[in-house]
């Protein structure tokens, strides 16, 4: 079954506590479950909404995926070298004077 065709859940998630596994059917569920966390343990919860999933494909696919990152991360890193470099002010080069004996 395509990924479109599953019905959407949301998360509950804490940053600080890796453990989240319940998946909740509908927003209003999750926040309130996020609200009474946090009223518990006194420390911020986030409700998130699955959005997409990986899931295990012939190897094609996988080496299809893995090249598509790598030119995203590529992109992404000579974008922000291009982005420093114009920020960058150049540099005065000082030439020191000698002085007479």
Do not use: W
Request: charged share 35%; aromatic share 8%; proline share 5%.
């Amino acid at each position: 079954m395509p990924y479109t065709e599953r019905p959407e859940f949301y998360l509950v998630y804490n940053p600080s506590n890796f453990h989240t596994r319940y998946r909740h059917d509908t927003f209003e569920q999750a926040q309130a479950e996020a609200q009474h966390l946090s009223n518990v343990h006194g420390c911020k919860f986030h409700v998130l909404k699955a959005l997409g999933r990986a899931t295990p494909g012939n190897q094609d696919e996988q080496e299809a995926s893995k090249k598509a990152h790598i030119e995203r991360e590529a992109k992404k890193a000579l974008k922000k070298k291009e982005k420093l470099a114009v920020e960058q002010p150049k540099r005065k080069t000082l030439t020191l004077k000698k002085k007479k004996a």
